[in-house]
């Protein structure tokens, strides 16, 4: 039985989708639930699996096209099972001969015949092993991560890179190489929101530091006894975010977000939580974790760090915010300025703990310290407002106790 495999149903906040990757190609074989399709929208890469046991009989939309909500990108025949043979016997007797090569490159799927074409390779000396000897994608991947050697192209276009994890590129020391490349959905979108960020808001941000001695010692006398009561490590990032509560209640302006010429005052307090993954900078969004306990909030920081790693994180995962926390620190950086993240009206910055010499009670100290900056909007937050929000933070970490006993 004929099935379209169609595009999901986006979101309103997802205009359209781009045809990532396809994992099969016209022909396969393909088993319930097996991943056929990437798509990938500004926010999210989405996957479309195969909806029974058949093959896939036809891809209509193909790697880099645009695709809308609901749109149809391929045909899939349930309980067929795949040939190797051309596709109708009765349609190769009548058409024309051609040649060996004709037939074969006939046989590649579009992101095969793409490769092999901008990566100038000569197709005899890779081993196909899909159906029939057919040369599948993974089987060029593969050829041009093994080194092997490619046809020699011209000198005026010099061989293109191998691309590496996460959209970098690498080159052949020595060789003076461009690769050019499209941005992903979701990079382009990223730096869409960041420009509009700073174009449209009038973007300050404050700094203080924050001796990050009591919560290490904390954290060092109860970690072990946390992990084997909640079955998951204890780590800053729920410190931080416990805090920003706290500071978020006694500032609300800082929770709240700019809708045209109203200002928009949230109830609630969902915090994005900045993760970088191989596909770009990701914000996946803690929601009411004024009511979540320190474990709870440990535990969906790494299911969502390992989703984003993954490239599984859903829409309704990445959907809303109140208010955002990036943690720089943990690359090496020592301070930096944290742009917004619209609609909200402010961002932490976290940073590296570092130890430095600190005046205590007139004596110099060694203490574990860590600079913590607070980007805002001054449309909507004045200046008062976000040192004493930054402050109250500083306060509740540097006396950690203060978190439990909610004062």
Known sequence: MATQIKAPQ????????????????????????????DIETDKIVLEIVAPADGVLTEIIKGEGEVIDSQELIAMFEEGAKASG?????????????????????DNWGPAVRKLIAENNIDPSKISGTGKGGRITKEDVVKFMEGGAPAKVAPPAKPAAAKPAPGGAVNFDAGDREERRVPMTRLRARVAERLVEAQQTAAMLTTFNEV????????RKNYKDQFEKAHGVRLGFMSFFIKAAVEALKKYPSVNASIDGTDIVYHGYYDIGVAVSSNRGLVVPILKDTDKKNFAEIEAQIVEYGTKAQAGKLSLDEMTGGTFTISNGGVFGSLISTPILNPPQTAILGMHKIQERPMAVNGKVEILPMMYLAVSYDHRMIDGKEAVQFLVTIK?????????LLDI
């Open 10 to 37: 986006f979101p309103e906040a997802v205009a359209d989708g781009t045809v990532a990757t396809w994992h099969k190609q016209p022909g396969d074989a393909v088993a319930r639930e097996e991943l056929l399709v």
């Open 85 to 105: 043979s051309a596709p109708a016997a009765t349609e190769s007797e009548s058409a024309p001969a051609q040649s060996d090569d004709d037939q074969i490159e």
């Open 211 to 218: 001796n990050m001695k009591p919560v290490m010692e904390m």
């Open 395 to 403: 306060d509740l970490l540097e006396d950690p106790a203060r978190l």
